[in-house]
């Protein structure tokens, strides 16, 4: 049996700084959980071009600087697989912002609403002992995706929906690939109860989330 967990961090490393889960933070927990296989939320296409040219950064701030900065050269160092997760057509990703169908004035109201929304997932932060890893956080994430659903069902499909079912068919691709492994999925934290709920219907594998 395969065992699974799943950690989500913030892309910032402002934000990592504030709420107390900065990247020496995360490589303790990446080191307790003694992974074999790291799933990031990567693009398979930067991936590829990280491993001929590692001092490409990708574009649009993909990947986000966690992998740069501590995961790459962690799994080289300990000799960990990684495998790319994510899943973005960056050619129409823009095309389908859940706000383009409004006014710049509905634009800025809906801008603010969404980061009342952060603000709001952000609060929880110790309320568990990894912060943003919580049944606080994914429940007010889960109460986001939906407003924004109703905002825009097409953009809500796009981004959210197709996109969790490929990373999660990733995940099991790469569980098939390396069977009886311990995999890390570390993602952004906002996919947490989408890569959950999606592995946990798997009976074949081990899942642990939160991770302490």
């Not at 600087?65 to 495998?83: G, R």
């Not at 603000?119 to 995706?145: C, G, M, V």
């Amino acid at each position: 049996m395969s065992t699974v967990g799943i950690l989500g961090v913030v892309h910032d490393n402002e934000l990592r700084k504030k709420y107390h889960l900065t990247l020496e933070i995360i490589r303790e927990l990446i080191l307790e959980f003694n992974p074999d296989v790291i799933c990031g939320e990567v693009l398979p296409d930067s991936w590829e071009k990280y491993k001929n040219d590692p001092t490409h950064r990708g574009y649009w701030g993909e990947p986000a600087s966690e992998y740069w900065d501590l995961i790459f050269p962690l799994c080289e160092e300990l000799k960990v697989d990684f495998v790319p997760i994510d899943w973005v057509e960056l050619d129409v990703w823009m095309d389908f912002d859940p706000f383009k169908n409004h006014s710049e004035l509905q634009r800025s109201a809906l801008i603010a609403a969404s980061e009342q929304w952060f603000q709001r997932q952000l609060s929880t932060w110790n309320s568990s002992a990894i912060p943003f890893n919580s049944i606080e956080y994914d429940h007010l994430t889960k109460q986001k995706y939906k407003w924004l659903e109703q905002i825009n069902p097409e953009s809500h499909v796009f981004r959210w929906e197709c996109r969790h079912l490929i990373m999660i068919q990733r995940i099991h691709n790469a569980i098939n690939k390396y069977p009886g492994k311990r995999f890390l999925c570390i993602v952004g934290a906002d996919h947490n109860h989408a890569i959950y709920e999606g592995l946990v219907k798997n009976k074949d594998i081990q899942l642990v989330y939160p991770l302490k």
